[in-house]
């Protein structure tokens, strides 16, 4: 069960920053823009999502147990994966992560402009793609 207190104090570890400023940061607005089964590949199914990062915009740590490709549409954000280098994308990059991925870093670089981004996700048909974690 997800526990936002836990949750908090993980991302907190994870980005040296206090909880009390996670608490404080902006939340991200996701928005879904289709959805569409896959009968290729029975139980799957493509979604779309658009994520709008306001300034100063923290995620917290995170599973999609799906493959999630990023293309930034404006402003930069800063991505990480366990195990992997944190990257700072702009405006035309692209991030990759996999089903077994640690989403372990998800901000806006800025704390004064906004930042927009397209994710596709391929996961399970009707399964949650944001799946908060304290590991």
Avoid: Q, W
């Avoid at 009390?20 to 991200?28: I, R, T």
């Avoid at 799957?44 to 709008?52: D, F, G, P």
């Avoid at 402003?75 to 996999?98: N, P, R, S």
């Amino acid at each position: 069960m997800f526990n936002p207190i836990k949750t908090l104090a993980c991302v907190a570890a994870c980005l040296f920053i206090s909880p009390m400023a996670l608490a404080e940061a902006p939340h991200a607005d996701v928005k879904v823009l289709s959805t569409k089964a896959l009968p290729d590949f029975p139980g799957k199914e493509a979604l779309m999502i658009s994520v709008y990062y306001p300034p100063g915009s923290v995620d917290p740590v995170h599973r999609h147990n799906a493959h999630a490709f990023v293309y930034v549409l404006e402003g930069e954000i800063v991505m990480a994966v366990k195990g992997g280098k944190e990257v700072t994308l702009k405006a035309g990059d692209t991030f990759y992560e996999g089903p077994n991925d640690l989403h372990t870093v998800g901000r806006n670089a800025s704390k004064t402009k906004p930042a927009r981004f397209t994710v596709l996700l391929l996961k399970d048909a009707g399964k949650d793609f944001f799946i908060p974690t304290d590991k």
